[in-house]
C-alpha cells in the first residue's frame, strides 16, 4: 500500500506528534467551553439533579453536540480552532477533504478513545486511587502510542477512520513553485547602480 493511501497520488507528510498533542489540548479547553455553553439549557430546565433517564439524554445530547462541532468544523474547512492554531488540517488517506461520513466516524472512534481517558484524568486529580480510572485511560494513551509504532505517525483512530492530520501549511519550497508567474517585473530602484 502506498502510504498516500491511493496509487498515483504522492504521499502526504504528517503533521508532528509534538504540534497534534499541543492541539489536542487546546481542543481540550475549547471542548470543555461548549460543553458548559451546552449544558445551560439543561441546567436551566432542571429542577433537581440529573439522574436516570434525564442523566443518559443529557450525556447523548452533549455528545451529539460535540459531534456536530467537530464534524461541521472538520467538512468546512478540515480544521477546528486549535488546528487552525498549531496549523494543521484534517484530510483522508487521499489528501481530500473528509466526506461527512468519513468525519463522523473519526469523531466517534476518537470520542471513544478519548472521551473516557479524559473524563478519567479529572477524576484522578481529586481520586488517584480509584482504579476504574486509571483503567479508563487505557484507550486514550493506547490511540496516542499507537503513533510510535505507526509507519505514518498517525493515531488509531485516525488509522481506522482513514484520516491523517496534516501541516496546513505548504513547506516554503512548494509554495514558490506553485506560485503563478508574474507578467511584469517591480521597477528598479532608483540611486543603486550594480
Do not use: N
Not at 480552532?81 to 463522523?104: C, E, F, Y
Amino acid at each position: 500500500m502506498i502510504p498516500g493511501g491511493a496509487q498515483g497520488v504522492p504521499p502526504l507528510a504528517g503533521a508532528s506528534r509534538i504540534r497534534r498533542l499541543a492541539a489536542m489540548i487546546y481542543e481540550g479547553l475549547v471542548v470543555t467551553a461548549i460543553l458548559l455553553i451546552a449544558s445551560f439549557p439543561f441546567a436551566g430546565a432542571s429542577t433537581a439533579r440529573l439522574e436516570g433517564l434525564t442523566r443518559h439524554l443529557f450525556q447523548v445530547y452533549l455528545f451529539l453536540v460535540l459531534g456536530l462541532y467537530f464534524v461541521w468544523c472538520w467538512r468546512r474547512g478540515g480544521q477546528t480552532l486549535p488546528m487552525k492554531a498549531w496549523k494543521l488540517r484534517i484530510v483522508d488517506r487521499r489528501g481530500l477533504p473528509l466526506a461527512t461520513s468519513r468525519a463522523a466516524l473519526r469523531y466517534a472512534l476518537a470520542a471513544l478513545a478519548l472521551g473516557p481517558s479524559a473524563v478519567a484524568a479529572i477524576v484522578l486529580v481529586q481520586h488517584p486511587r480509584t482504579p476504574a480510572a486509571w483503567l479508563a485511560l487505557v484507550p486514550g494513551v493506547a490511540t496516542i502510542l499507537w503513533s510510535v509504532v505507526d509507519r505514518d505517525r498517525q493515531f488509531l483512530h485516525d488509522r481506522l477512520a482513514g484520516t491523517r492530520i496534516v501541516p496546513a501549511d505548504p513547506p516554503a519550497r512548494e509554495t514558490a513553485s506553485a506560485a503563478p508567474p508574474t507578467t511584469s517585473s517591480p521597477p528598479p530602484r532608483a540611486g543603486r547602480a550594480r
